[in-house]
């Protein structure tokens, strides 16, 4: 007896069935088993899991086949960032392109004439991050009046990130006949309202507990002192051989870490939303074909990075919203893969521990400090053109090696 795809039984089409198997899709996540029968079904939906765990499949198989049965029907899926909006949409192509259905990615730091050609032909499916959807809808290059399933991915991260009046705008514009389904890792108040304003009885799908860390990794912490950081860094990267995320607060620091590792010989990149587009996409194919073996990142990276395999999440600096932490260690250990994650945590930021344990509902291991090598190479600044209309906000020179430059409305544009 031919043994049978865990995907039948769901209510999904033979044809798309036919391009699981050849993608070699033997059984469904838990998030895509309980979810898409009852988005196949139209259901308005909110699906909660952890990160890694196959919900773009559990709202993109639907989603095609609602397309297929009515040949006039277009979706519009709604991402944070521009990395996992061209993440989504490789999964979708690989399933809807055999089946002849088009997609166009809206994101910003893209030509916008590469994305009119994409309109122009007529794709049954838009991928969009909120501030240049709103763009084409203020050009009216872009008509939504024919999407039937709006999908919000990674929504709280679209909240954190300040999107909450794109969001609403792009919503009411929307028909108001519609399926919406709402994906997130955590489900705070922000999303709970967010249901009860633009979504219709919404079935609620969650797999982990909002909060719940990816069970495949393991935790570790280190107190550490600010100035020790880079010494501890460096002692962690000699015992550790595989590819590491390195998370930083701030866009200054990820590039100074970057640099920093560089000049001890390590292949390292810095990963931010100071970069450009094309600067981004490189570094994410060097991470993922060996020209980097480190990634210095900032929070943008925390949802914006589907990289196999990554052996260790570092977070050189807390995040700022424990929310955050479970985001950033779910880069690791992904697809039922093994991970680590470890943190430096000042010793005046143990309060920010606790709100990440009480999060989890579990203590992180505490780490004895090892024996730090000798400083090899001090923590070093790059430089590099900075972009058209900002300047630096502080120089070398003064008495405290630093004169800080007053700051404009250009300066500002690039804060983060």
Known sequence: MIEQSGFRGLGIAPSILTILDRLAFTAPTPIQQKSIPQAI??????????????KTLAFGIPLIQTILKDGRARALV????????????E???????????KTAVLIGGEAISRQLYALRRTPQVILATPGRLIDHLMQKTVNLKDVKVVVLDEADRMLDMGFAPQLKRILTVLPTERQTMLFSATMP???VSMARAYMKLPVRVEIARSGTA?????HELFFVTQPEKPRLLEKVL????????VFSRTKFGAKKIAAHLRALGHTAVDFHSNRSLSQRRDALEGFKNGKYRVVVATDIAARGIDVKNIELVLNYDLPTVAEDYIHRIGRTGRAGGKGHAISFARPDQRRDVQAIERLMRAALPVSRLPALPPSSAPLVFEREAAPYGHRPHSRPGSRFGRTPYPRNNASRRFRG
């Open 238 to 245: 000699q015992e550790y051989r595989g590819s590491v995320l």
């Open 41 to 54: 079904e139209g259901k308005d939906m909110v699906g909660i899991a952890q990160t890694g765990t196959g």
């Open 78 to 89: 709604v991402l944070p960032t521009r990395e996992l909006a061209v993440q989504v949409d």
């Open 214 to 218: 990816a069970q495949d990794v393991t």
């Open 189 to 191: 108040e922000s999303i």
């Open 91 to 101: 999964s979708l192509r690989k399933i809807g392109n055999p089946l002849g259905i």
